[in-house]
């Protein structure tokens, strides 16, 4: 059974920085692009960014470039995604997700699975 689990999230002030990480188990970890995606209260679910299989090549959605790095360790199945200069609107649930796909690629539809979320909230 695949599961990925994040942790990291918490309360942090504007300004501050947080690392999620998410740990996968059940697959084969080095076969799949991860991503991290989020969701704010009453938004949708956007992406955040991506990280090819062997860490070689990322992928950032524009607004995110500069502040977050995501990153990976194949020997640990684990993905992280180091955020820095948080803002108020940086609160969300944050979702890692796994797919046998391009980082370009990577989208709320049709990730193979899905973590359950980490919740980040930056107070102003």
């Known amino acids: 059974q695949v599961q990925l689990v994040e942790s990291g999230g918490g309360l942090v002030q504007a300004g501050g920085s947080l690392r999620l990480s998410c740990a996968a188990s059940g697959l084969t970890f080095s076969y799949y692009t991860m991503g991290w995606f989020r969701q704010a209260p009453g938004k949708e679910r956007e992406f955040v960014a991506a990280?090819?299989?062997?860490?070689?090549?990322?992928y950032y959605a524009d607004s995110k470039k500069g502040r977050f790095t995501i990153s990976r360790d194949n020997a640990k199945n684990t993905v992280y995604l180091q955020m820095n200069s948080l803002k108020p609107e940086d609160t969300a649930v944050y979702y890692c997700?796994?797919?046998?796909?391009?980082?370009?690629?990577?989208?709320?539809?049709?990730?193979?699975?899905w973590g359950k979320g980490t919740l980040v909230t930056v107070s102003s």
């Open positions: 990280i090819s299989r062997s860490g070689g090549s990322t």
């Open positions: 997700a796994a797919d046998r796909t391009t980082v370009q690629a990577m989208n709320v539809r049709g990730m193979d699975y």
